[in-house]
């Protein structure tokens, strides 16, 4: 079977356009021409079409939802895979509805080839427009025109010519090119895979010759390499280093710089299951060790050296607002870029561009599904790239709480790279004077948090205070967070309601973070009863925190009563009091468990002053 | 492997990788069929030879003895943390759904009780959008609420490779890593990286099974394709759905919507 051999490409093709221009149909009609609707399908869908009173209809071959076929409309992209003579293709069908811009996205943004359809009755609508230009905020360049419902206007030339001409007026002005523009019919099936008796005048090739001749193949600059650290793993005695080229290649004995850090670094071998390559490229996953402890982390791009990335802290991006809630320029976002996740704002917005006639509007602040000019600030740096020079590390979405709220691209002009300021200008921020690496070779270990979290009286401190003093025996730079101490000062007048718990932990984590810049072991010993707080002191630094779980069941620590706090709460002397008055939560993985019920304290100690060890010594 | 698959492979590995560092508490879904099985391999793949989390056996008592067989080799072969669990009886689910459906929903309340009782944050699933309407419309990380319910008119937006994780607790996510591969590239991977499958998916007596599920509402379509090479020839050139032989499918229009939107994979 050498028939499909030679196909080796799967482009994916995105269809958008005006709601109700025929998206879904076109598909449906392609599938039906090319002899791709499965058996009983057709028969499946007419049933579906009666029910509804309507004559048959090709867009419910994708619009396979109830709401969608009751409606009439596509809610959310769906993707189908066909196949015509040449090459088999992904179909993506992108909602029209302005409602939907998101899932439209979601659609477009992986796509090779774009369709703009233009119900050629109607003309050219709000929506052709803002899909027109999200397309090209995607990077996007190209398009295929299609001029649908050409039936209801008796083939006419000249009105396909005024349509046309429109279009490429406004598509011109965003600089995107209409490859072609072929006048069809989804529901007669004029154009589509065979040309058109009714449409002579008309010289070009019908669609599907069109899709054939396509060429994929972006010429971006794909020689530079950029290799986004996904993760970090800890096999074995390995430590490999995850991710996937996004572009150019990577071989064995190649030096490669670390961004931020700006290190610069020999390969020590790849890591693949079941074996290993000797050159790896653009768009492979790969696994990597260094020949030098150096400190990597999640978010790092790793380049060659002569060709990094630009180090930001501040820069102009395009945005698309994708969220209910307005723009807030007083809000923390997450912003996620490649492997990296970064707290930024928005320091300005520059304009709000009317999608329709391309102006700039009288609005301030974007809202849902508007496209704007801004300015973005973060407090850390963000190794990352100009879209015009590459577009993978150049384009990031931004979060809120729990969702994401927008896409952007970046723009790096107008702002500079901090990695030159700090080589040519008396600015030197202190992490590149003595770095992480400086401090661990002088310590012998690499700073890190131990966050010890278990019931009051589960013995936290007492174990703490005994593993601290041993690490300091052996020489380890180590300190104690001590829950109870911190309120004393930094955290007096906070309660225990959860806000302030909140709050304390906050705190909490923030000082052991400066411990960790300075190169410390600290160990804090706190309650800290939710999870998702300790995943925000987690998050602070992954790569430094370890969470123990001092375990114990809260009969035994009600036993225990060290302090008589127990007695008090029980007597409802005390409000809020974890485990009686207040939840636990205990830790889901915890990176060790030391259970104090079970284990003699020697036993605790000896097996978390190990876990320290083994984790944070660098072995000589 | 031609370009296509290995495109394919890298986009699941890298998917895996993500799914395991943005989610506490995963597990992965084995079903014991041939993308199930691809799925087993790409982890080893993403994680070095040994997936660092349990992989999930569903059990619904009515999956043929082949398959059981081929799960108790490969679970010590590959040495898997496997957890099997069971699925309550039929009489227990939604009476208003159609017979075959009905039954197959029991692997929903399944599912859901292994997620409680492990508190699994994420679960993988081998499902694929080639093969039934409403999964084309799914997003690789795919929130699901506290009773497992897929609000599909209002799914979160995905691009670029960036998801949102940060969900409140109670939600778990499902993690699609084979959503973009189709029917013959799964037998294509199998068949350049030497994976096993079981023997019922081919041709004996002029039937093979091209989806397997339960037994009693799982039938055979009529092939002659004894072997991989000769099912994805077949496969270039059928006109018959993957999945015409799984009953539940072809109840009612909306059946599988409606099993899906409750929390079936």
Known sequence: MKKFKDIEEIPKIVIVGHVDHGKSSLIGRLMYELDQVPDGKYEELKKVSEKRGMDFEFAFLLDALQAERDQGITIDTTQIFFKTKKRNYVFIDAPGHKEFIKNMITGAASADIAILIVDVDEGIKAQTKKHAYILKLLGIKKVITLFNKMDKINYDEKKYLQVKKQLEEYLTKINIEALNNIPISAKIGDNISTRSKKTLWYNGKPLVNVLDNYNCNDNQMDNILRFPVQDIYKFSDKRIIVGRIESGKINLGDELLVMPSNEKVKIKSFEEWPKPKKEYNTGECLGLTLSDEIFVDKGNIISHPNKPPKLMNTFEANLFWLNDKKMDLSKKYQLKINTGEYTVNIRKVNKIIDTESLESTNKKIPNKNDVSEVVIHSSQLIPMDDYNVLTKTARFCLLDENEIVAGGIASLQNYPDQKELNSSSNIKPINFDVTEVDRASRFNHRSGVIWMTGLSGSGKSTIAKEVERKLFSKDFNVFILDGDNLRMGLNRGLSFSPEDRTENIRRTAEVAKLFTDAGFIVIVSLISPYRSERKKARDIRPEYFREIYVKSSLEECIKRDVKGLYAKAIRSEIKDFTGISAPYEEPLSPDLTVDTEQEEIEESVLKLESFIIEEFSIKK | ?265
């Open chain 2, 1 to 265: 492997m031609d370009r296509h698959l290995k495109k394919l492979e890298n986009d699941s590995i890298y998917i895996f990788r993500q799914a395991y560092r943005s989610i506490d508490n995963i597990a992965m879904l084995w079903s014991l069929g041939k993308d199930s099985n691809v799925m087993v391999w790409l982890a080893f793949k993403a994680f070095f030879g040994k997936i660092p989390f349990p992989l999930v056996h569903v059990d619904t008592k009515k999956k043929f003895n082949e398959m059981y067989e081929f799960r108790d080799r490969y679970e010590k072969e590959w040495n898997l943390n496997l957890i099997k669990g069971d699925c309550p009886p039929v009489e227990k689910i939604d009476p208003s759904l159609p017979p075959a459906a009905r039954s197959a929903a029991r692997k929903t309340e399944g599912l859901k009780k292994i997620l409680k009782q492990y508190k699994f944050k994420g679960v993988v699933a081998g499902i694929r959008r080639d093969e039934q309407g409403t999964r084309a419309k799914e997003r690789i990380f795919s929130p699901r609420d506290e009773t497992g319910k897929w609000d599909i008119k209002n799914q979160p937006p995905e691009f670029w490779d960036q998801s949102n994780f940060n969900y409140p607790d109670g939600v778990h996510i499902r993690i699609h890593p084979l959503l973009g591969w189709t029917e013959i590239d799964i037998w294509k991977y199998i068949k350049s990286q030497k994976i096993p499958v079981v023997d019922l998916y081919f041709s004996k007596n002029g039937k093979r099974y091209r989806s397997l599920g339960d037994k009693d509402i799982t039938s055979p379509v009529n092939s002659d394709a004894k072997n991989i090479d000769e099912i994805i020839e077949e496969l270039q050139t059928t006109k018959v759905s993957e999945r015409s032989g799984r009953a539940m499918d072809h109840e009612q229009e909306d059946v599988f919507e409606k099993l899906r939107s409750k929390g079936y994979m």
